[in-house]
């Protein structure tokens, strides 16, 4: 079946430091792909996407490029802050209209 | 941007009782609403779709008897958890699928149960 593998957390990295979070698929037909932050206590924003293969989804300095051939799509920003410490979700959407298969998300802290 | 409302943000009820929680497009119409569970530090799990104008369609594990979904109007969707059980303490995240801009979430209901 359709699934989403995220890389484990927690990651605590330093203010400015680089980040990625590995995010791999398994899915049926061509898949859009999702990258969701929560913060403590809230639901989900949407923080990027890409609906087709090669396609880079960006957004306050996040990028996520779909890479059909590694079937990944890998979230990284070249310099974090404090206020991006949140729980990251990796998803995808098979169907138009259809329901969102979530990864496990990855907790990510970033220490002054 | 689109925007999702959900009411409670959090409830405390007592087992036995049953509780309503509502979620609503504010500024689009959603013929397809989706229902969360997600347990502390753990990913989200997909309880069931809700289709406006008809019967809910359920994710396999999940008592439809128990959660009732009734999505009557083109913005409004609610998740009935019937007769809470401590068991049934979870955070309760709606969703709905906007036009062009993806996903939309509702920001959560804390359900506890005593």
């Known amino acids: 079946g359709d699934s989403v593998t995220q890389m484990e957390g927690p990651v605590t990295l330093s203010e400015e430091a680089f980040l990625t979070i590995n995010c791999t698929y398994t899915?049926?037909?061509?898949?859009?792909l999702f990258w969701y932050v929560q913060y403590p206590g809230e639901g989900l924003q949407l923080l990027l996407k890409?609906?087709?293969?090669?396609d880079k989804g960006s957004n306050k300095g996040f990028e996520a490029t779909y890479r059909k051939e590694t079937t990944s799509f890998h979230l990284e920003k070249g310099s974090v802050q404090v206020s991006d410490s949140a729980v990251y979700f990796c998803a995808l959407s098979v169907d138009q209209g259809g329901k969102l298969i979530f990864g496990q998300g990855t907790e990510l802290s970033v220490k002054p | 941007g689109a925007v999702v409302s959900q009411h409670p943000s959090w409830v405390i009820c007592k087992s036995g009782t049953s509780v309503k929680i509502e979620c609503r497009s504010l500024?689009?119409?959603?013929?397809?609403m989706f229902w969360y569970r997600q347990f502390p530090k753990q990913s989200l799990m997909l309880m069931a779709t809700s289709n406006e104008g008809s019967k809910a369609t359920y994710e396999q594990g999940v008592e439809k008897d128990k959660f009732l979904i009734n999505h009557a109007s083109l913005t409004l969707s609610t998740l009935t958890v019937t007769s809470a059980h401590p068991e049934d303490s979870s955070f309760y995240i709606c969703?709905?699928?906007?036009?062009?801009?993806?996903?939309?979430f509702g920001s959560g209901t804390r359900l506890t149960v005593v």
């Open positions: 899915a049926t037909g061509y898949p859009s």
């Open positions: 500024d689009f119409q959603a013929t397809t």
């Open positions: 969703s709905a699928r906007d036009q062009g801009e993806g996903y939309t």
């Open positions: 890409a609906t087709k293969a090669d």
